[in-house]
């Protein structure tokens, strides 16, 4: 029997503030990886991801793919807790969050979006198999998103693949 190659369902574009008050350690990332911190956000938004899997806590999305160029290991020691839907980088992984909880991720940025809600139907934003792209936003859009969000609007955008 012929092998099946993969082929995603949807593609999510998800937009992403890389502003520092969200992306804590932006700063270290660039020090770790050696580019600016310009690059490390063109490189993370410049990738399409794919959806791994979700796991560890309801909704927390892996995501593989990441440019070998941001590849850097976790935290040596945990941070404190972070807000949710924060966007995480480590072990050639990014990750979307969904709770606020202690990590050993790096943050790089924050998304409006909630890749879980327990009210909406389906309660899991995207499937795994999915592939994602960030887009990057000002942290002004980024409060505007949010308060749509809030209301129960979906802001991240979907195109059907198949």
Request: aromatic content about 12%; overall charge neutral; charged content about 20%.
């Amino acid at each position: 029997m012929p092998h099946k190659t993969w082929q995603p369902t949807n593609r999510w574009t998800v937009p992403c503030c890389y502003d520092p008050s969200f992306a804590e350690d932006l700063g270290e990332i660039a020090a770790r990886t050696g580019l600016a911190a310009s690059r490390v956000i063109e490189l993370h938004a410049g990738t399409t991801y794919r959806v791994y899997m979700y796991g560890f806590a309801p909704g927390f999305c892996y995501l593989g793919g990441v440019p070998t160029e941001l590849s850097i290991s976790r935290r040596e020691t945990p941070r404190p807790p972070y807000p949710p839907n924060t966007v995480l980088v480590g072990d050639g992984l990014t990750l979307i969050s969904t709770f606020s909880m202690p990590t050993g991720w790096w943050l790089i940025g924050r998304t409006p979006e909630r890749m879980f809600a327990p009210v909406r139907n389906p309660a899991f934003l995207v499937e795994v198999g999915d592939t994602l792209v960030f887009d990057p936003i000002s942290i002004e859009c980024f409060a505007a998103l949010e308060a749509r969000v809030a209301s129960g609007e979906i802001v991240a955008q979907r195109a059907r693949l198949r």
